[in-house]
């Protein structure tokens, strides 16, 4: 049992998950709130003492950046209201596509958003399949880096698929289609894709068996589902049965949602680290919630137990 108080608060952006993760932790959220001035300016302030606790705060850091700030204020707040330690839980951590210098004379994102967690006191970070998985060593803090597959794997078992192989959309995803593949004990499709420029994919083609094959595409996140819209349907046209995807965190900007909705994905499985759109198509869609993985490994952190054995790869 952890010597300190231990206590959860949220962020506006991602409230909805952490209500899930302490109802699994078995307590409630603390009061906080947000001052906001009348030009978008905006304080968040702890409502309650939190001297010499252990205090957990919840935030994604999806667009707008407003997300983010917030959860570099709350976590200043907490280290200066004299909070034992600041864990940031981050169950999607933005900004991870920039972990190099990929053209010249661009910023590395990642790199400089844990700097500014650092700076603003956070003891710790807790996060979920991160785009890059280097992005830990931007940090000199401890880093608990959890994965969607304890999520995924029971999933994909139950639907019983016959003829199953696992894809990545492209070969930077190879890894994870390759740990899935190898754990599910099914054949591995590799998509090869072309970018004409960020956000647009060109050519694509497949390596590996298609044909008469019931695939799921994995991947990190979608953002403008143009490579899995394009990948789903170039497998059906090359004689997939049915194609799917499983996807840990569901960004969806511009048309996804309408692209989603008019390809050959029969399902579309997302967490929700990330919440949907209310106003759009998400019939396609299963969301499979991380509330209970975090929750246990905030509670083995807490305790100062180990975390490798909850990971089923």
Known sequence: MGLHKIKFFAGRGSRYLAEKIVECYGTTLGDSDVLEFSDGEFQPAYNESIRGCTVFVIQSTFPPTDNLME????????????????????????????????????????????????????????????????????????????????????????????????????????????????????????????????????????????????????????????????????????????????????????PAYERIANSALCEVMVTDTIPLRADKDTSKFTVLSVAEIFADVISRVYDYKEISSRFIF
């Not at 710790?124 to 830990?136: E, F, N």
């Not at 894809?167 to 599910?184: E, F, N």
């Not at 996140?221 to 497998?235: E, F, N, R």
Request: aromatic share 6%.
């Open 71 to 254: 959860l570099l204020m709350m976590i200043d707040a907490a280290h200066r209201a004299s909070a034992h330690r600041v864990i940031a839980v981050i169950p999607y951590f933005g900004w991870a596509r920039q972990d190099r210098k990929d053209r010249p004379r661009v910023s590395i994102g990642a790199k400089l958003v844990a700097n500014m967690l650092h700076a603003a006191g956070a003891d710790r970070v807790m996060t979920m399949d991160l785009h890059a998985d280097q992005i830990q060593g931007f940090f000199d803090i401890p880093v608990d880096h959890l994965y969607a597959s304890g999520i995924f794997v029971p999933y994909i078992k139950s639907l019983n698929i016959e003829d199953l192989s696992l894809a990545a959309p492209d070969m930077g995803g190879a890894k994870r289609a390759s740990a899935y593949s190898k754990y599910l004990g099914t054949p591995m499709i590799i998509c090869h894709k072309q970018r004409e420029k960020a956000n647009v994919v060109g050519q694509m083609t497949a390596i590996g068996e298609v044909e008469g094959r019931n695939v799921i595409i994995l991947d990190d996140m979608i953002d403008t589902a143009g490579t899995i819209t394009k990948a789903a349907d170039m497998m059906m046209e090359r004689g997939a049965k049915s194609v799917r995807a499983a996807v840990t965190h569901p960004v969806l900007s511009g």
